[in-house]
């Protein structure tokens, strides 16, 4: 398999227009995989290997060089910091990190932040020069403000749907998110005519910039 690559595609919420895009770009990813329970997906005419992965997990696996490439989401890359190389921004998957609360929020000396992504949450109140404590959940982080858990969540938005029907309001965007393709450093040396191949596929069929 030295000639093939080893791809890491997070499913989800990514997944659909991920695979949108290697379709575009002329290769064969199958488009309904994200719903059967397979792991592991060989697609021979394009050499490659479909490694079906937890989004958040998409950096390890090719930190660690079992996947050559992977797409991840900003939120994640900046979250995990892993040691990979970022070669591409996609451009798809696009939304938001934001600072939310409920629209009656007061100003308070001891904030409690809840997360998904508490780094990425830490990193920016410190550069505030604003002490908070971070409080990590794994999901529903909207819940947190409305039972009293904590004062703001950091968490991504993407339609503002979940925020409207939860009456929340942001209150700070932070950065925009799109999705990036990433690659395993050995990799991206010993398979650089593959990567770049890939790299100049997509390049290719990526949508210009749309400002957030
Ligand atoms: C994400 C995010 C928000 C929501 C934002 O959650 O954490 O809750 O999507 O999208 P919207 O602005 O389009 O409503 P996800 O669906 O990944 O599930 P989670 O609650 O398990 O984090």
Same mark, same amino acid.
């Given at each position: 398999?030295?000639?093939?690559?080893?791809?890491? =595609?997070?499913?989800?919420?990514?997944?659909?227009?991920?695979? $949108?895009?290697?379709?575009?770009?002329?290769?064969?990813?199958?488009?309904?995989?994200?719903?059967?329970?397979?792991?592991? *997906?060989?697609?021979?005419?394009?050499?490659?290997?479909?490694?079906? &992965?937890?989004?958040?997990?998409?950096?390890?696996?090719?930190?660690? /060089?079992?996947?050559?490439?992977?797409?991840?989401?900003?939120?994640?890359? =900046?979250?995990?910091?892993?040691?990979?190389?970022?070669?591409?921004?996609?451009?798809?998957?696009?939304c938001? =990190?934001?600072?939310?609360?409920?629209?009656?929020?007061?100003?308070? *000396?001891?904030?409690?932040? &809840?997360?998904?992504?508490? @780094?990425?949450?830490?990193?920016?109140?410190?550069?505030? /020069?604003?002490?908070?404590?971070?409080?990590?959940? @794994?999901?529903?982080?909207?819940? $947190?403000?409305?039972?009293?858990?904590?004062?703001? *969540?950091?968490?991504m938005v993407e339609t503002g749907?979940?925020?409207?029907? @939860?009456?929340?309001?942001?209150?700070?965007?932070?950065? /925009?998110?799109?999705?990036?393709? *990433?690659?395993?450093?050995?990799?991206?040396? =010993?398979?650089?005519?593959?990567?770049?191949?890939?790299?100049?596929?997509?390049?290719?069929?990526?949508?210009?910039?749309?400002?957030?």
């Amino acid at each position: 398999m030295q000639d093939w690559l080893k791809v890491a =595609m997070p499913k989800g919420r990514i997944y659909k227009q991920a695979s $949108a895009l290697f379709r575009e770009a002329g290769l064969s990813v199958p488009e309904d995989e994200d719903d059967s329970r397979k792991l592991i *997906i060989d697609v021979p005419a394009a050499q490659m290997q479909f490694i079906m &992965a937890k989004p958040v997990d998409v950096p390890t696996y090719v930190e660690y /060089g079992v996947a050559d490439v992977g797409i991840v989401g900003k939120d994640v890359l =900046m979250e995990e910091s892993k040691d990979v190389y970022e070669l591409l921004d996609l451009g798809i998957a696009r939304c938001r =990190m934001s600072v939310i609360g409920l629209p009656s929020w007061k100003p308070v *000396i001891h904030l409690r932040v &809840a997360t998904k992504y508490p @780094n990425v949450a830490s990193q920016y109140f410190r550069e505030q /020069g604003q002490q908070v404590e971070v409080i990590k959940l @794994n999901g529903s982080i909207e819940l $947190a403000p409305l039972i009293g858990l904590a004062d703001r *969540i950091v968490d991504m938005v993407e339609t503002g749907k979940t925020l409207k029907e @939860n009456g929340l309001v942001e209150l700070e965007e932070m950065f /925009g998110i799109t999705s990036r393709l *990433i690659a395993n450093r050995v990799s991206y040396r =010993m398979k650089n005519e593959l990567i770049q191949g890939l790299c100049d596929r997509l390049q290719a069929v990526i949508s210009p910039q749309v400002t957030l």
